[in-house]
């Protein structure tokens, strides 16, 4: 399949389709200033993006519902052409006297019964799971009287960290896999483990990149595009959200393909430690 600017969604298992590149839209809400999300998510729609993936605990998801209102006020969008992920919840980051998590009692399938009412009352047209581990999707594939399967698991996903696992069990499952932090994340060292190195100063990736006259950026982007992993990297500046999009004029031969699945280092640089002791932690398993 030729991907396009216009055309660049795959299938669903649910029958709704979902467009290969996002624009992520998490940014520490401490030192972005207010109206940078609205400018960047108007920006995107602007330069072609018609996915946007976004979330409640972002603290910018009204910024994120306003770009879009106004983008199909002004008839850029319609509605029906944005593909919207929003990820719910109520408290955030609940903590008990002593400034532990304190967690629910998890129960993820009845979570996912939560999920499929709201795709059965029109609130959701498509329902998945982020960060679940292949034990975890098992539970929800294997839970009797299972309405709806999830469409994806969004999960890390980059030339460093290619999940090659998890994606064959997700290909036989019909489960797309959405790869974040696609560009191998911010590094801001509160939250990502640097013990891997910077993924866009990757030697290969800058050469290849360069004889396609490509920012290595673009490489990554492409490279997960290309084996049909949807990726929703994150800019809220403004040139870069355009360059990111700029990845429908080239594409990676066979070779340079498995080369680039060759620098797996099946390291995460999003290992979620302060969730570590959850018993539904998804990252202790292999896969
Ligand atoms: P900024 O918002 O200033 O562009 P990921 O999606 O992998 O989590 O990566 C997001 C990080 O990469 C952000 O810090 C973002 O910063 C930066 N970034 C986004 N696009 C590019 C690019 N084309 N080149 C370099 N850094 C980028």
């Keep these: ?45 602007e330069v072609g993006y018609r996915h946007i993936d976004g979330a409640l605990i972002y603290c910018n998801e009204d910024e994120v519902g306003q770009a879009i209102r106004e983008k199909i006020a002004d008839g850029t969008v319609k509605r029906e052409d944005i593909y919207y992920c929003g990820k719910p919840g109520d408290t955030f980051y609940p903590q008990d006297e002593n400034g532990k998590c304190a967690y629910h009692k998890t129960d993820l399938c009845a979570t996912w019964e939560a999920m499929e009412a709201c795709k059965d009352a029109g609130l959701a047209k498509s329902i998945g799971v982020s960060n679940f581990n292949k034990r975890q999707l098992e539970l929800i594939l294997n839970k009797p009287g299972l309405k709806h399967k999830p469409v994806t698991n969004q999960v890390e996903c ?82 870069r ?11 990676l031969s066979e070779e340079e393909m498995k080369a680039i699945e060759g620098l797996n280092k099946n390291i995460r640089f999003v290992v979620l430690p302060f969730w570590a002791d959850h018993p539904e932690y998804p990252f202790h398993e292999e896969y």
Aim: charged share 20%.
């Design 1 to 45: 399949m030729a991907l396009t600017p216009k055309n660049h969604s795959i299938p669903l298992s649910d029958g709704n389709s979902i467009p290969l590149i996002g624009l992520g839209t998490y940014s520490n809400p401490q030192n972005t200033p207010k109206g940078t999300a609205l400018a960047a998510v108007k920006r995107a729609i």
């Design 241 to 251: 959200i355009k360059d990111n999009f700029q990845v429908f004029d080239f594409s």
């Design 158 to 239: 980059h030339p460093y960290f290619t999940q090659p696992k998890l994606r064959e069990y997700c290909q036989e499952k019909n489960i797309v896999i959405v790869g974040y932090s696609p560009l191998g994340t911010n590094r801001d060292p509160s939250w990502v483990n640097l013990e891997c190195p910077p993924m866009l100063e990757d030697q290969l990736l800058t050469s290849i990149a360069k004889k396609y006259k490509k920012t290595t950026a673009q490489v990554c982007l492409r490279f997960n595009m290309q084996r049909g992993v949807v990726v929703i990297p994150k800019s809220f500046n403004l040139d």
